[in-house]
């Protein structure tokens, strides 16, 4: 009953004028947005531990703490984070394919999976950069991150009157808004459930790839910021670069 109304509700949706359609379809995603970048931050968010030892063994790289890939130069670190981004592109697909074989009837619930996927990558790029999230002010620059990687415009003054209690989840806000409107122009196709299996996969992965490039410009600008602004480089960078 549950799906048959969903259904109905996107079918009526579509059937709008385009400017009315694209305010209805926001206003229908965004909770979703924000229970799937809620979930992907608190519920499945990525240990910042178990990450640091996968990558140790998977890239050789004898780091002690994330912020060791501080000391690591592009030439190290930009392969490791391209690679991320892919691999979170093909899991996003493959959800996409999944699920998009209900056509209209799964694509919340397809929403809120593909949130979870793109937050859980930005974790993943921010720690590979060397920035980690376990402070308040951590944790604010991550989804700063998340803005930057929606297309946000979050100037500095903005960010410095907002106390972080309020300026996560304002930020939070902007990004689920701004990731509904990208859904809502470009999945009307999901409506036809033949359809809808392999256009799901397909947008799923170019929309990963899109905010996974963007994220990691953002916390590659940090890293290089950083590495310029170091007064010397610790004698220990070169037992960290891989033989």
């Given amino acids: ?12 949706v579509y059937a709008k004028p385009m400017p009315r359609r694209r305010k209805l379809s926001i206003d229908m995603l965004k909770p979703s947005v924000l229970a ?36 690591l130069g592009p030439e190290v670190v930009n392969p490791i984070a391209d690679r991320t981004i892919k691999s979170a592109q093909r899991f996003a697909a493959l959800e996409g394919m999944g699920l998009g074989v209900g056509g209209a009837i ?57 106390a972080i209690e309020r300026l996560v989840p304002k930020i939070m806000d902007r990004v689920a808004v701004k990731m509904s409107a990208e859904v809502a122009e470009k999945w009307s196709g999901r409506l036809i459930p033949l359809v809808s299996a392999g256009l799901g996969g397909t947008l799923n992965y170019y929309f990963v790839r899109s905010w996974g490039r963007r994220a990691k410009k953002h916390f590659f600008e940090r890293h290089l910021a950083i590495r310029a602004n170091a007064r010397r480089i610790p004698a220990r960078t070169a037992e960290l670069l891989p033989n």
């Fill in 1 to 12: 009953m549950r799906a048959a109304w969903k259904w109905t509700k996107l079918v009526w």
């Fill in 36 to 71: 799937g970048l809620r979930q992907g931050y608190l519920r499945v968010r990525v240990d910042p531990e178990k990450y640091l030892r996968r990558v140790q063994r998977a890239h050789g790289l004898p780091i002690r703490q994330w912020s060791d890939m501080l000391l």
């Fill in 106 to 162: 799964t694509i919340i619930g397809d929403l809120g999976v593909l949130s979870a996927i793109t937050i859980r990558l930005l974790q993943r790029l921010s720690l590979l950069y060397g920035f980690e999230y376990a402070t308040d002010e951590e944790v604010a620059a991550l989804w700063i991150a998340a803005g930057s990687a929606a297309g946000l415009d979050l100037s500095r003054e903005i960010i410095e009157k907002q």
